[in-house]
């Protein structure tokens, strides 16, 4: 028979078995997307933007979420508790484990970073988002259909992303009550809503963040930003200009080119009518790709199959029409992880 053990000692085995498998299969993805960085000719630094710790209603500390952070591998990591950003006394202890907050708004939630005080939001969703960019914090609107498995907003709190005017962001991607796989059935809705604002010619940054509440879930998804260093402001100017672009494991550069001007993900490429356009890309996945995608204007344009290639290269050619447009690439692997580009502008006669 098997022995016998107190409630206290059989929640100790069965949190420390859980610790041990969780921290398996973090060890597993850290070793596949380093092995993916190698194979690549570009450099970024990852991090997760959306982190909950026991200073709202995370159960892991600030020190659980560091230790689960490095784990994962990632550069940088953003705790942003709600209400609140009392967590910084323990942040400013871990080089680059930084704070934010996530306050409800009118029909939102709004992800703030780099506020250093709590913000007292006036329950107005536009008055909120533009306060706390004049403040010179950074606003994004995190889960912007909802959130797995069972909130979806209504058509309401969708249709007030319309109020935020030509330029703001969003998480395309929000891992809250996933674990291992981020992307889940909201995500699908929020990228289609990504794609209706950018076809409207909007600017929209998007964001992939993990939403833990559970610090093991830190780095399933994150946001590999084109920085060359590690600091709060290098990294917070990318992500305001969306250099950088969302993943669970796969790695990508994008860039486009036309008259001899270059734009990288996130930047404006100004074009007269009719004039070339050359798009470059660079996607790997030490695990193997499955399919690459250029999405123009809200539809997939270009599909490249790639059989299970590590690391591929290519270029493909567009001719700019009379009106701006916009290109963002996707690329999936063999086990259907995926990566999102931030959009490339293309203005014309601008």
Not at 46 to 67: A, F, L, N, Q
Not at 212 to 228: E, K, M, R, S
Not at 246 to 270: E, N
Request: hydrophobic residues 35%; charged residues 25%; proline residues 3%.
């Amino acid at each position: 028979m098997p022995a016998k053990m107190s409630p206290k000692n059989r929640s100790e085995r069965y949190q420390t078995y859980t610790d041990t498998v969780l921290a398996m299969w973090k060890d597993s993805m850290r070793e596949r997307i380093d092995a993916t960085k190698d194979l690549v000719s570009f450099k970024c630094q990852r991090g997760d933007c959306h982190v909950h710790s026991t200073y709202s209603d995370g159960i892991g500390t600030v020190t659980d979420c560091k230790d689960w952070m490095d784990r994962a591998g990632l550069d940088f990591m953003f705790i942003t508790d709600h209400h609140t950003v009392r967590q910084k006394v323990e942040c400013q202890r871990y080089s680059n484990v930084w704070w934010g907050q996530e306050p409800g708004t009118q029909h939102h939630h709004l992800l703030i970073l780099d506020i250093g005080k709590k913000y007292t939001v006036k329950m107005n969703l536009v008055r909120d988002y533009k306060r706390v960019a004049e403040l010179g914090g950074y606003p994004i609107i995190p889960h912007p259909a909802g959130w797995f498995p069972v909130t979806w907003y209504t058509k309401e709190q969708m249709d007030a992303l319309d109020l935020l005017g030509d330029e703001f962001a969003i998480e395309i991607i929000n891992g809250a009550n996933n674990l291992f796989d981020a992307f889940d059935v909201t995500d699908a809705k929020s990228i289609e809503l990504w794609d209706h604002h950018l076809s409207r010619g909007k600017r929209v940054i998007a964001f992939g963040n993990t939403d833990a509440h559970l610090p093991q879930a830190i780095g399933d998804v994150w946001n590999a930003v084109f920085t060359p260093k590690v600091s709060r402001k290098s990294v917070l100017d990318a992500l305001k200009s969306g250099h950088h672009f969302v993943s669970d494991a796969p790695w990508m550069q994008f860039q486009g080119t036309c008259a001899g001007r270059i734009a990288k993900m996130g930047d404006s490429l100004h074009a007269a009518p009719k004039s070339s356009v050359e798009l470059s890309y660079e996607c790997a996945d030490s695990r193997g790709l499955q399919k690459i995608r250029v999405v123009r204007d809200g539809k997939v344009w270009k599909s490249i199959n790639v059989a299970g290639r590590q690391h591929v290269t290519g270029l493909v050619m567009d001719v700019a029409r009379a009106a701006n447009s916009y290109y963002r690439l996707e690329c999936f692997a063999v086990d259907r992880r995926r990566a999102y580009s931030n959009p490339i502008y293309l203005r014309i006669g601008e």
